[in-house]
């Protein structure tokens, strides 16, 4: 299983991290496209690309909302030729991108329809719109692998788009692994339904420390947040195992997107120990190693670390991310 983390580079520090995270033996690297809390996120991956090797690159992730699929596509072709064919494509139906312009996540079937056009670009096809044929018309130039496109997804109607329309899916369901087993399993099963194969991963929510309290506090913000995913409107919360359709009632409820990833502000209250246990994975390398082993064991292709919230403490940042490639990477590597 290879591990990747989604990491905020803050202005100015794009190629730095990048260069670091290598270092550490990471296999990707994804920086948020949320363009009012980050840098504009395809001109940090360009730098990040110059600035390394080896590790794949590409927002975690990008939307369907806030770019045109024809600009989605065009800046990830061109990641893919200035990096050497390390690009990687991470789209969702959009969170704090399309909430800092009011507006919504895009409905299921939009999405789809955008999805199916930003496939089509990145072949070298021509796109119907609106009578227009439509295509990137420099394709023929890049001479550079298809880039694939990974769907981050929860509930089970993106799952299943992403059966049908993508080359893999990460699923943002937590890290417990009956759970998370569980919803890999329907995402198996859509893609066998579609005659399609795709490579699966998992968003995981992890900070190592050998102090457990620390650790839970540094990952209680990004916890909630990602756990909130299955609090959005249409998601039926009685399919939910006991601890997440709890604290999805809550989310939905209390979280307050002005402090969207932070950790220790209040929608974080109902956000329970014992709930970051079973959501993300927090305490020290022994638990974390075996926590992670569990995830490879279900036949996971990737996972993307999320390496603690917004307002952690930087040093626990720091130690946590590297144990993460010093110890984490290297166990599950032949998983």
Request: neutral net charge; glycine residues 8%.
């Amino acid at each position: 299983m290879d591990v990747g983390v989604l990491a905020v580079a803050g202005p100015g520090r794009a190629a730095d991290t990048a260069r670091r995270l290598e270092a550490l033996g990471l296999h990707t690297l994804l920086f948020p496209d949320s363009q009012n809390l980050a840098p504009e996120v395809w001109g940090q991956l360009m730098l990040a690309a110059k600035a390394t090797e080896r590790i794949r690159l590409g927002p975690g992730v990008s939307n369907s909302i806030t770019r045109d699929a024809a600009v989605t596509a065009s800046a990830a072709l061109a990641l893919q030729v200035e990096s050497g064919g390390r690009a990687v494509l991470g789209i969702g139906r959009g969170d704090s991108s399309v909430q800092r312009i009011g507006r919504r996540e895009d409905p299921v079937a939009s999405f789809e329809r955008y999805l199916t056009a930003v496939q089509a670009y990145l072949a070298g096809e021509a796109v119907d719109r609106d009578g227009f044929a439509s295509r990137l018309e420099w394709y023929e130039h890049a001479k550079v692998a298809k880039v694939p496109v990974e769907v981050a997804a929860t509930g089970r109607k993106v799952i299943e788009v992403a059966a049908r329309r993508a080359d893999a899916v990460c699923l943002a369901a937590g890290a417990d692994p009956e759970y998370l087993g569980s919803v890999l399993e329907h995402a198996r099963d859509a893609a066998r339904a579609a005659g399609r194969t795709l490579r699966y991963g998992a968003f995981v929510n992890a900070v190592i420390h050998d102090d457990v309290a620390v650790a839970r506090d540094a990952v209680r913000g990004s916890a909630a947040s990602f756990a909130r995913f299955s609090a959005f409107r249409g998601s039926d919360l009685a399919r939910l195992p006991a601890p997440l359709a709890a604290a999805a009632r809550w989310l939905r409820e209390n979280y307050d997107m002005r402090e969207h990833t932070r950790t220790g502000v209040p929608h974080t209250a109902g956000i329970s120990d014992e709930f970051v246990d079973w959501f993300a994975i927090a305490g020290p390398v022994d638990v974390a190693r075996e926590r992670f082993g569990r995830l490879a064991a279900l036949g996971l292709d990737f996972c993307y670390v999320i390496p603690g919230s917004a307002g952690m403490p930087r040093d626990v940042a720091v130690t946590s991310l590297v144990r993460l490639g010093q110890e984490i990477v290297p166990a599950v590597a032949n998983a």
